[in-house]
Nanobody, 116 residues
Framework: QVQPVESGGGLVQPGGSLRLSCAVS?????????MGWYRQAPGKQREKVAT???????NYEDSVKGRFTISRDNAKNTVYLQMNSLKPEDTAVYFC?????????WGQGTQVTVSE
């Protein structure tokens, strides 16, 4: 059973930084088609934040471009989301998503709160 597990969330002041990690177990990391980070704020739909393909191509939601960076470490079966210059509107539960050819898996989520 594939299980993505997120970590690294927390409370940070505006302008601060956090790095989220998503460790994937249960299946070969190298055969993933893509990995991504999504977020869901209270009362809002889940939205895509950033994705990275097996080839290393990245894509970002417009509001995080230039502030967030997605990366992967194949040796550690882990995908990261470096978040800088955080804003209160970044507050949400962040979810890791991993996609194989015939299946998609979600983590349980990690809370990120940006507040004074």
């Amino acid at each position: 059973q594939v299980q993505p597990v997120e970590s690294g969330g927390g409370l940070v002041q505006p302008g601060g930084s956090l790095r989220l990690s998503c460790a994937v177990s249960g299946r070969s990391f190298s055969t993933l088609n893509s990995m991504g980070w999504y977020r869901q704020a209270p009362g809002k739909q889940r939205e895509k934040v950033a994705t990275i393909t097996r080839a290393g191509n990245t894509n970002y939601e417009d509001s995080v471009k230039g502030r967030f960076t997605i990366s992967r470490d194949n040796a550690k079966n882990t995908v990261y989301l470096q978040m800088n210059s955080l804003k209160p509107e970044d507050t949400a539960v962040y979810f890791c998503n991993v996609a194989y050819t015939y299946a998609v898996y979600w983590g349980q989520g990690t809370q990120v709160t940006v507040s004074e």
